[in-house]
């Protein structure tokens, strides 16, 4: 599918399986690997080497400017979070990602310690009691809710779910500014 596209570069997020970069390189196209931002301030590191890749750095200095103008954290406390997958293992994000980041500049307290994305036991979970869960998934309705941990949650029985598309929430995208927005609002 890349290929029918005839790219003159592609861009790939690591950690992106090395055999899948060298076949495209072997194909034709320049490849060009891009760490996985673990903040905000590298999602807008990101967006300024794209300008000077693609000769437009004037655009993406102003678009990661007005990114981070628009994220920049806020002086209040809201109480804990959990931001991950409903689903066992139930992978949470962690210190050093760029949810993380953008919970915490939100005045949000990540109940997932550690760095990365890690799986959580429902005991965890429970333990941790967060005020507010963020899921990726299309809806925050759904059977998982009858499920140990999250029946036994307060946040889940209060309705204080957010579910966000999964390509919203899960891309270190400028497109996080929706997700900061709904989060810095939401008490």
Not at 62 to 75: C, Q, S
């Amino acid at each position: 599918m890349i290929l029918a596209l005839k790219p003159d570069l592609v861009l790939v997020m690591q950690p992106t399986p090395l055999k899948l970069v060298w076949q495209l390189e072997s194909l034709g196209p320049e490849v060009f690997p891009i760490r996985e931002p673990g903040n905000l301030r590298e999602i807008a590191e990101v967006v300024f080497l794209l300008g000077k890749i693609t000769g437009r750095e004037e655009k993406a200095k102003a678009v990661g400017r007005g990114f981070l103008n628009k994220v920049k954290p806020l002086p209040v406390k809201k109480g804990k979070i959990f931001i991950g997958f409903p689903s066992p293992p139930f992978w949470a994000a962690c210190g050093e990602t760029f949810l993380d980041d953008l919970a915490r500049r939100a005045g949000w307290e990540n109940v997932c310690r550690g760095k990365g994305w890690k799986p959580m036991s429902g005991e965890e979970i429970l333990a941790s009691s967060p005020d507010l869960l963020v899921i990726p998934a299309r809806s925050a309705k759904g059977i998982w809710r009858e499920k140990f941990p999250w029946r036994k949650l307060e946040s889940v029985k209060k309705g204080r779910v957010l579910a966000f598309p999964p390509d919203l929430l899960l891309r270190p995208t400028v497109s996080l500014v929706e997700v900061f927005d709904k989060l810095a609002e939401y008490r």
